[in-house]
């Protein structure tokens, strides 16, 4: 490695306003496709394992620690050995896709479909830890909350409304704050399944970093180090917004 330099805030001044620099036009792209990954999957990750975690406790169903363990399950394998079973699964020619739905598509290499399969992968791995979080919340209310509630005539919407949601605010707010921390980390998933394409399209900032970091040639650390306290910034604004609003609409 080189004797260091110091550039001050010249690193930032180019990421953020020489449009001609490539820095500039990476840090852009990155930014955009990372925010894209979080608005689709932070969603998914906190509806899902909630709309599961209350049908679990509905008193009709049954072994409801074997369909917890079970779907906690995906969330255990390693995200290489993740990707490989779910680019087998959307291979046109060997996948359940092609042979089962006799879809050609190349999942992978054109849009929407390298964001969905992405997509499916994170919420296939990650529904499983938040279930058991909201789940151990909402065994934890008064069964008499719920009688009494429903003896007064409360249907399930407004029990949900009225009695969940209120009662596991705190956790609610703890799996929001971290699912969206984790999802503006996002490298795995990208780099695997689509290798940031189809023209750069799932190119996340993870991916930039990385590779100015440490890819191939001279590594370009301190453009990289800027981008990932950017992106760190921005990480801590936005879970200081989500704090706030969620407290404050829940007093």
Not at 82 to 106: E, V
Not at 126 to 135: F, K, L, S
Not at 153 to 175: D, E, H, K, M, V
Not at 194 to 210: A, F, K
């Amino acid at each position: 490695m080189n004797e260091p330099v110091w550039v001050g805030l010249d690193n930032y001044k180019t990421i953020l306003f020489n449009t001609e620099s490539t820095f500039h036009t990476q840090f852009q792209n990155g930014l955009k496709n990372t925010f894209i990954f979080v608005g689709l999957s932070v969603p998914l990750l906190i509806v899902i394992p909630l709309m599961i975690a209350v049908a679990l406790e509905h008193k009709k169903v049954k072994m409801k620690n074997v369909i917890q363990s079970i779907l906690y399950i995906p969330g255990l394998i390693s995200i290489s050995a993740a990707a490989l079973i779910w680019l087998l699964i959307f291979n046109k020619q060997l996948g359940i896709t092609g042979n089962i739905f006799g879809s050609q598509i190349a999942w992978p290499t054109n849009q929407p479909y390298a964001w969905l399969i992405i997509i499916v992968i994170t919420v296939w791995g990650g529904v499983g830890g938040n279930m058991i979080i909201y789940r151990a919340s909402i065994s934890g209310v008064a069964k008499e909350l719920y009688e009494s509630a429903e003896l007064d005539g409360a249907g399930s919407i407004r029990r949900f409304a009225s009695i969940t949601l209120p009662s596991i605010r705190f956790p609610l707010i703890y799996t929001f704050v971290m699912t969206t921390a984790g999802a503006f980390n996002v490298f795995g998933q990208p780099l695997m399944m689509t290798d940031g394409g189809p023209r750069q399209s799932t190119h996340v900032l993870m991916m930039y970093i990385r590779q100015l970091a440490f890819g191939n040639g001279e590594s370009i650390a301190g453009m990289a180090s800027a981008m990932a306290v950017l992106l760190g910034l921005i990480i801590l604004v936005i879970s200081a917004l989500q704090y706030y609003v969620m407290n404050r609409n829940a007093a």
